[in-house]
């Protein structure tokens, strides 16, 4: 059996047996069978000493239950590691920042405690999936819809305190946003409310966010502060339609003035869904499984990269292939979202040269029909075809075993991109990188844009190894440029943590006053987002 | 297009599902799960020929089949989470790496298990996932 560092296989076992009297016996794991279900599927250490691994797992039922586990490890100084449904593949899945860590698995709280059709919210436990919430929703008939990211088989919760995002609106896709209220177990099993659940016999915990005094919600994600045991959501009424625009501009050089409406549409909600941006002219983004566009259009977009767009413009005119696309969503009346959509239209008419191509008006909810074609996020609808994409074809003859997520945020300009593209494009070149020949940037969060790059992860370790040797040179270069990673997974926290140094890691030295005084026997999984405790800070590998 | 060498292939798959469940599932080698199947769903994807001669073989050998085309979760939220729930019951299939991927860790929050998984030509995987020893 491993035991958590620092910690002797006497104390170790005592714990262990106070955990089994808490819980039940049959909810401790510590065989090797059980405890290595909680790897990470997408580990970029796989099968190496580094690989992140548990010592045991923990799987309560009740608040009481964790409560009394926080105590025990306490004194027994036992790392609990709390993973919702673990299911954050991509960006460390269920393995622990620090090996040794015992699991705290809360997949078995997966109660949805409330859902209010009225006023369109939820308060549910940690260990309910989109899944369980959708289908909560849908056996009642109510008229409210979630956002799912995708996949959609994780967790609410876990997926919010970890910052993920969905498909919908703006104000519903940024799933911490859209949080509202918050139950927390602290290091010492000492039971909190945030916001209006603070108050006893409170009526509007999930219908007013930040309560009274300090709104200290956000110490709870991306980080080890707490135990989150339920939290509240907000809901998005069910729309009466969905309408689609795409924007077509001719030259590569009007990315700037695109984005520029963009965002004015953006900011002021007249389009409220998440826009997707493509090049038809650069074959960009390519669908899952395409083949890479012709050696002739890679080398034209070269030359746009290094500023000369000129050939890639001529090439695009030939084919009438336009330079850029933007397709806009608007949720809402049928006769509202027309009207918005016939407003963005003469806004982005202003440049020269662009053309539209009106979508589909959908009325909701979705036929049969529409819901197999349509991609179901958009529409709330948690599923995982995301994992039937990568399977092996022509194009794609070998599929990577997993794969780590490089997501840096940059500002929402075309003259961004343009800067990106040129930087990340000598990156990956010079180390090996699989980055497109020319990376488009996503809409999913609010006034920023999100570069995605999913680098692989295979069995081979010395594969593995120069990928992530390429990763941290990448993080490096974008920190010079002043691009920040939005989430990481744990390979790469304290890394990504040390690249928001302003004013000598004041940010960082912040939190881990915070760590000293919230969880000063720093049980709670130590080294998430960087943030160690003390007795470990600089000893950890 | 299901070739010949598909349809060999996929019975001999086939043949092999009903010993590997039995063994997997029962502490005594043939035996039967309650209601009389050793197995509850055989799943075959429709995109590859072998699969779908493997669920062609494994209709005409009496057992239930479910296909999908690459994405399983229909099959998953309609069929599978509301049978588990009552009792977690075996399941086998012959699918590329994807969709067991998926149902191997769907099938773990049930106490079940992947018991063969035997690569098979092109990038197929035949797969049994059953009971395992955890409630």
């Known amino acids: 059996m491993r035991t958590p560092p620092g910690v002797s296989e006497a104390d170790f076992a005592a714990a262990l047996g106070q955990f089994e009297a808490a819980i039940g016996k049959s909810w401790v794991f510590t065989s090797d069978e059980d405890v290595d279900l909680y790897k990470d599927a997408y580990s970029p250490f796989w099968g190496e000493a580094e690989e992140r691994r548990a010592s045991a797992a923990l799987a309560p039922d009740t608040v009481e239950q964790v409560q009394a586990i926080a105590r025990i490890a306490n004194r027994y100084r036992i790392p609990l590691y709390t ?145 989150v045991t339920k939290m509240g959501f907000w809901l998005m009424p069910q729309p009466d339609a969905y309408l689609t625009g795409t924007v077509l501009v001719p030259r590569h050089a009007d990315l700037v003035p695109l984005v520029e409406v963009l965002n004015y549409l953006e900011n002021s909600h007249v389009c409220n869904g998440m826009s997707d941006l493509s090049s038809p002219a650069m074959e960009q983004p390519a669908p899952p499984g395409a083949p890479p566009p012709a050696p002739e259009v890679v080398a034209l977009i070269n030359k746009a990269i290094a500023g000369n767009a000129g050939d890639l413009d001529a090439y695009g005119a030939s084919k009438g292939l336009a330079a850029w696309s933007v ?42 029909e529409q819901r197999e074609r349509l991609h179901k996020v958009e529409f709330g609808i948690p599923n995982l075809s995301i994992f039937s994409m990568g399977a092996r074809n022509a194009n ?42 020319y990376s488009i940037p996503f809409c999913f969060w609010e006034r920023s844009f999100l570069f995605l790059f999913g680098f692989p992860v295979t069995h081979d370790a010395a594969k593995n190894q120069a990928t992530r040797t390429a990763f941290r040179k990448l993080v490096e270069i974008a920190a010079e440029h002043g691009w920040g990673e939005y989430r990481t997974a744990p390979a790469y926290q304290d890394l990504i943590m040390g690249t928001y140094s302003f004013n000598n890691h004041a940010l960082l030295r912040f939190h881990e006053t915070l760590k000293d005084a919230v969880d000063p026997n720093g049980i709670l999984s130590p080294g998430r987002y960087g943030i160690w405790p003390k007795h470990l800070r600089g000893k950890h590998p | 297009m299901v070739t010949r060498r598909d349809v060999v292939l996929g019975a001999m798959a086939v043949s092999a599902l009903p010993a590997i469940a039995g063994a997997w599932v029962s502490p005594k080698p043939g035996s039967t799960l309650e209601g009389g199947s050793a197995l509850y769903k055989v799943i075959y994807d429709e995109r590859f020929p072998l699969s779908v001669a493997f669920g062609h073989e494994a209709l005409r050998a009496g057992l239930a089949v479910h296909a999908i085309r690459g994405d399983m979760t229909d099959l998953w939220y309609d069929d599978l989470y509301p049978q588990w729930r009552r009792q977690p019951l075996a399941i086998a299939g012959l699918t590329a790496h994807g969709p067991l991927f998926c149902l191997e860790r769907l099938s773990w929050d049930f106490g079940m298990r992947v018991a063969t998984r035997d690569a098979r030509p092109g990038e197929l995987i035949s797969w049994v996932i059953a009971p395992g020893t955890r409630a």
């Open chain 1, 83 to 227: 993973i919702s449904t673990g299911r954050n593949l991509g960006y460390g899945g269920s393995a622990p920042a620090a090996t040794g860590s015992v699991v705290l698995d809360l997949k078995r709280m997966n109660r949805v405690l409330e859902v209010n059709e009225n006023n369109a919210y939820a308060l549910v436990e940690p260990g309910v999936s989109y899944f369980d919430l959708y289908r909560h929703i849908q056996e009642r008939g109510l008229k409210v819809w979630i956002d799912v990211p995708d996949p959609g088989w994780g967790s609410p919760i876990g997926n919010a305190l970890d910052r993920g995002g969905g498909y919908t609106t703006h104000q519903f896709r940024n799933h911490f946003d859209s949080h509202c209220g918050m139950e927390v177990v602290l290091a010492n099993g000492e039971l909190l409310r945030t916001g209006m659940g603070a108050m006893p016999g409170s009526q509007a915990w999930q219908q007013y966010k930040t309560g009274y005094g300090p709104w200290i919600d956000g110490i709870f994600s991306q980080s080890n502060f707490g135990i």
């Open chain 1, 327 to 368: 397709t806009i969503k608007f949720y809402g009346p049928a006769k509202a979202i027309a009207a918005q959509w016939e407003y963005a239209k003469e806004r982005f008419a202003a440049i020269p040269g662009t053309k539209f191509i009106d979508g589909e008006l959908i009325r909701l909810p979705l036929t049969a």
């Open chain 1, 396 to 437: 794609n003859p070998t599929p990577t075993d997993g794969h780590q997520w490089f997501s840096p945020i940059i500002p929402r300009s075309g003259a961004a991109v343009f800067e990106a593209n040129k930087v990340f494009a000598a990156a990956g070149r010079d180390f090996g990188l699989p980055v497109p020949p």
